[in-house]
């Protein structure tokens, strides 16, 4: 079995705002916060208290999460806290394929909306982030090079020569109907 050259990426998801946040039809007066997760653990991370911007909270938090590579989701839940405990406002899935993956750069940052539902499914709100992920070199893995600019910088490829001095051989495959 092959060892994987990178670790599991790490995800900056920016908690930003919410809009029209409500519990039972009406609207929050304030104390919201956020709890993002991303698998079945439980591992999440949790926003501060927003106290005052009641159904149109601003939290405007940086949020820093390890993904498994199995992960197919995050999920995002806003609460309330109240004087009979937190409640739920509304949660969020949030596809990792709307922001890892197919051809978009490692650090590109994704602003993204969701539609929170609550606990019966009703439209309870959204929830506004943005999203970066970062893939991180495995240690045993890194490359060997005499400059310091090469040697922060992962490298894909085939190794070339006998003296394996970091020069790499990289291909792409290109599809046509021609052939």
């Known amino acids: 079995m092959a060892k994987s050259y990178f670790s599991s990426p790490t995800i900056e998801i920016t908690v930003l705002s919410g809009e029209n946040l409500r519990i039972d039809r009406r609207s929050i007066k304030k104390n919201a916060f956020v709890v993002v997760r991303s698998n079945s653990r439980n591992v ?7 106290t005052e911007g009641g159904s149109n909270p601003n939290w405007n938090e940086k949020l820093v999460l390890d993904l498994p590579v199995h992960a197919a989701a995050l ?7 109240t004087v009979m405990g937190n409640r739920l406002v509304g949660t969020a899935s949030v596809p990792i394929s709307d922001f890892s993956g197919g051809y978009v750069p490692e650090s590109h ?3 993204l909306s969701y539609r929170l539902r609550d606990q ?7 929830i506004n982030l943005s999203v970066k992920t970062k893939f991180a070199v495995a240690p045993e893995h890194s490359c060997a090079a005499s400059s310091t600019s090469m040697a922060s910088s992962p490298v894909a490829g085939v190794p ?5 001095l970091g020069g790499v051989v990289t291909g792409f495959p290109v599809w046509s109907a021609s052939y």
């Open 120 to 126: 019966k499914g009703e439209r309870n709100g959204i």
């Open 160 to 164: 070339v020569g006998k003296n394996n």
């Open 109 to 111: 940052l994704h602003f």
């Open 75 to 81: 999920t995002v839940e806003v609460h309330c806290k």
């Open 44 to 50: 999440s991370r949790t926003t501060e208290i927003d």
